[in-house]
C-alpha cells in the first residue's frame, strides 16, 4: 500500500517520512484525532447526501451500523431502517388514510 500516491516524487517521499519520524508524540495524536473526525463527519454528510429526507435517528443508526455493523446497531439503537419495529419509519394506519 503506497500512503503517498503515485505522483509523489521520491525526494518528496523522504522528506515527508523524515518530518513524520521527527514530528513529537502529542502531535501525530493530535493530527490523527483530526483526522478521524473529518472521516467521520465525511460518512456523516454523505449518509445526509444519500438520504436527505431522513430523521436524525435515522442517520444515526445508519452511521452505528456504517462504523459498528448493522448487528451492534441494533442492540443499540433498535431496528434499522426497513425492519420490523422501526420507531422513526412507522407505516401510516388505516384510520390515517381516510
Known amino acids: 500500500m503506497d500512503l503517498f500516491g503515485r ?5 518528496a517521499r523522504a522528506v515527508l517520512i ?5 514530528m513529537p508524540p502529542k ?6 484525532c483530526a483526522l478521524t473526525d473529518l472521516v467521520r463527519e465525511l460518512a456523516r ?3 445526509r447526501t444519500r438520504h436527505p429526507n431522513a ?3 435515522e442517520l444515526r443508526w445508519r ?8 448487528e451492534l446497531a441494533r442492540k443499540v439503537y ?9 420507531p422513526w419509519t412507522r407505516k401510516p394506519s388505516a384510520s390515517s388514510e381516510l
Open 45 to 47: 454528510s454523505g449518509l
Open 7 to 11: 505522483d509523489t516524487s521520491p525526494e
Open 18 to 22: 523524515r518530518l513524520l519520524r521527527e
Open 55 to 57: 430523521p436524525p435517528e
Open 63 to 70: 452511521f452505528a451500523a456504517l462504523t459498528l455493523g448493522a
Open 78 to 86: 433498535g431496528p434499522g431502517p426497513s425492519e420490523e419495529g422501526c
Open 27 to 32: 502531535r501525530k495524536l493530535r493530527q490523527a
